[in-house]
């Protein structure tokens, strides 16, 4: 017979000692941050290449103008341009060097999460194939741009570590599953911190595909309402840097919990209950020690598709009833899949640091079928521990935990 | 990190699972890369699915289905992971030739079956199986790297785990860029305790250095270099000897890293349960 699983005691929290984010709001912590406060959101009409689609996008400007470090050329492409861009802020950088003194550079993992990587080099090198041959043109730095662990490569050699590399690509949920990786990795002595990060970029693979699903919406996106018509795309890039939390007496933020789970009901719709997503939710207050009511704000998945967004209200509902307020913050920066998971958790650690919950931005009517408290105002108030949701193609469903530690 | 290996699972040219690998393995009867493929064991897979699922997936289901058949889990339990350099090549290519049309038109179905978990997810579906399940690369080490997680979460989660590592080639013109040799594929079902089916307790860390494997022939050579999901023959080569004798593989991961998994053979049905 199999073995019983030992009851799982709360994890200790891993501290995350910094962290950075860039999306369609801008580069770094600040303008995030900023766009919360004032409900500016980054979305606009499509405006990327020739994509002649009636929808909106959450596009970081200025890429086109930002290549890779030259000792790196080979891996220049949009994604790697992302990710470069988000490193670049918030002195990162100058914390993973404090983390490489302290550790080593081979004691320094590297996990990437990202859905489509940088596949967009690969549709345009396709666009200038030789009509004779078919042969794409030279030079195609496959590996470099689009093999799945290009950004995880390109971000390990750019920031000069040696340590363990993993790149998750599980669709939209890609970059919160990086959290639960690093805490394993650790837990497992095979590092002492991690640069766990997530890297997603516009391309057309995901906006056609999607519009090929009819999930794109030709409005900004407006996740929870009544008239939700679907997503709006977008693009970003987020990284956190863990280490113990033994290791960093000082830090006064952490995960507490992370959840995963499948659907095992459909490729690319949601198990209508929300059965899936409620064993991630479940699995990360049970990892954490914590039960619902320690929660302050979820940040929910939330994409405006209509699926999405009612089978996550079940989920919601049933764990956290109508006392938990919730928003999605997809009509700020657009649903920027493989780095949503990222992206929503920093954007918690920000609402932590600033003591706002944020509204669900264009929502006007909340769908009346709903049952879970979704804000609409951004509420002022002090909040510990925000729950982020992330649900992906495949029924991939990961729940992550962040908070106040050390308190 | 000390798991136990339960069940094995192997796929490729002439080969159908794990039986006929280990005459391969042993030298018994040579490699031919040029073998038929057998045909996917994917009964497991609803019908609809069957339908809907391309060689990359097939590939991973029958991978899956024969490490959980080899060790007798019950196939709802194990955590997976799909461990893959590029997934399903056949359809990111005909998406990126669609894009490359007049038209842009890109099926639903394809788009939904170029994630990377296309395989985690058909195999979840088909054995309602709710654990977690992810998709993992890592260019030439992916198969190590997916080791290093199927084991981390083993001991880390006390849990079972299923780790499937594919490849399928990609058609033209990608095919000249990033050659992969041969449809390929291995799989393992890894415990945290020993049971009455383990065949051995692997016990894997990372060590310095870049040491050579052991000399294989010259055509399983060809599979190991030319298909990434094959890096990790010469640990099937050590599980097929004949007489089982503790030691230490070690494989390829990321420079100055390598990934030393020790094997301590066991006897199946040694431990009463």
């Known amino acids: 017979m199999p073995h019983a699983k030992p009851p799982q005691a709360a994890m200790v929290p891993l501290a995350i000692t910094e962290f950075t984010l860039s999306n369609a709001l801008g580069f770094g912590k600040a303008a995030t941050r900023d766009a919360l406060r004032q409900q500016r959101s980054g979305l606009i009409p499509c405006n990327f290449l020739d994509v002649a689609l009636n929808t909106y996008i959450g596009r970081v400007a200025d890429l086109e103008q930002r290549p890779v470090t030259p000792r790196l050329a080979a891996f220049d492409c949009r994604n790697n341009r992302l990710a470069q861009a988000a490193l670049q802020q918030d002195a990162f950088e100058a914390a993973v060097d404090t983390a490489k003194l302290r550790y080593g550079a081979h004691r320094v993992a590297v996990i990437i999460g990202t859905s489509t990587s940088g596949i967009l080099s690969t549709e345009l090198a396709f666009r200038a194939r030789d009509p004779e041959t078919g042969a794409l043109p030279t030079p195609v730095h496959y590996r470099e741009t689009h093999e799945l662990s290009s950004s995880a490569e390109f971000v390990r050699q750019y920031l000069q570590l040696s340590g363990p590399v993993l790149a998750i690509s599980t669709a939209c949920s890609s970059s919160a599953k990086v959290f639960a990786s690093a805490w394993r990795m650790l837990q497992a002595d095979l590092c002492d911190a991690v640069v766990a990060g997530g890297v997603d970029s516009l391309c057309l693979t995901t906006l056609y595909g999607f519009s090929s699903l009819e999930l794109v919406a030709a409005e900004p996106c407006r996740p929870a309402d009544q008239n939700r018509g679907g997503i709006s795309i977008g693009e970003a890039a987020g990284f956190a840097l863990l280490e113990r939390i033994q290791n960093a007496p000082d830090a006064s933020l952490g995960l507490l919990g992370y959840g995963e789970s499948v659907d095992a009901y459909h490729m690319s719709t949601p198990q209508p209950e929300g059965l899936g997503a409620a064993l991630a939710m479940q699995r990360a207050l049970d990892r954490a020690g914590l039960a619902a009511g320690d929660i302050d704000y979820i940040n929910l998945h939330g994409t405006a598709s209509r699926s999405n967004d009612s089978a996550e209200d079940h989920a919601v509902s049933r764990l956290f009833g109508r006392q938990t307020p919730c928003s999605s913050t997809k009509g700020w920066t657009g649903h920027t899949l493989g780095a949503a998971g990222i992206t929503e958790a920093l954007i918690g650690l920000l609402c932590i640091e600033h003591s706002l919950i944020p509204g669900s931005l264009n929502t006007r009517q909340i769908d009346p079928t709903f049952m879970s408290r979704i804000t609409l105002e951004p509420i002022s108030q002090p909040v510990r521990r925000v729950l982020s949701n992330s649900f992906g193609f495949g029924g991939n469903n990961a729940s992550l935990i962040v908070g106040r530690i050390n308190i | ?273």
Request: aromatic content about 6%; proline content about 9%; charged content about 10%.
């Open chain 2, 1 to 273: 990190m000390n798991v136990y290996l339960d069940g094995i699972g192997v796929f490729g040219p002439g080969i159908a699972d794990w039986a006929a690998a280990i005459g391969l393995l042993r030298g018994e009867r040579p490699f031919d890369c040029a073998a038929n493929l057998p045909a996917f064991n994917v009964a497991c897979l609803p019908a609809t699915e069957r339908r809907r699922a391309g060689t990359s997936v097939q590939l991973a289901v029958d991978l899956a289905a024969q490490a959980i058949t080899a060790a007798g889990i019950d196939p709802t339990l194990p955590a997976a992971v799909f461990a893959s350099t590029s997934g399903d090549t056949h359809v990111l290519t005909d998406i990126c030739a669609a894009l490359a049309s007049k038209d842009r038109l890109i099926s639903p179905m394809r788009f939904h079956n170029s994630v990377h978990n296309a395989a985690a997810g058909y195999w979840t579906i088909a054995q309602r199986n709710r654990e977690p399940a992810t998709a993992v690369a890592l260019h030439t080490l992916t198969a190590s790297a997916g080791l290093l997680e199927a084991a981390t979460q083993v001991v880390t989660e006390h849990t079972p785990v299923l780790l499937v590592i594919y490849d399928i080639p990609f058609p033209p013109p990608l095919s000249a860029v990033e050659p992969i040799l041969t449809v390929f594929g291995m799989s393992f079902l890894l415990q945290p305790e020993q049971t009455a089916r383990s065949v051995a307790r692997l016990s894997i860390c990372l060590v310095a250095g870049n040491e050579a494997c052991a000399p294989m022939s010259p055509a399983l050579e060809a599979l190991r270099s030319g298909v990434p999901a094959a890096l990790l023959l010469p640990l099937l080569t050590a599980l097929a000897e004949p007489a089982p004798r503790v030691q230490t593989v070690v494989v390829p991961y990321v420079a100055p890293h390598a990934l030393a998994v020790g094997i301590t053979p066991l006897a199946p049905g040694a431990v009463a349960l």
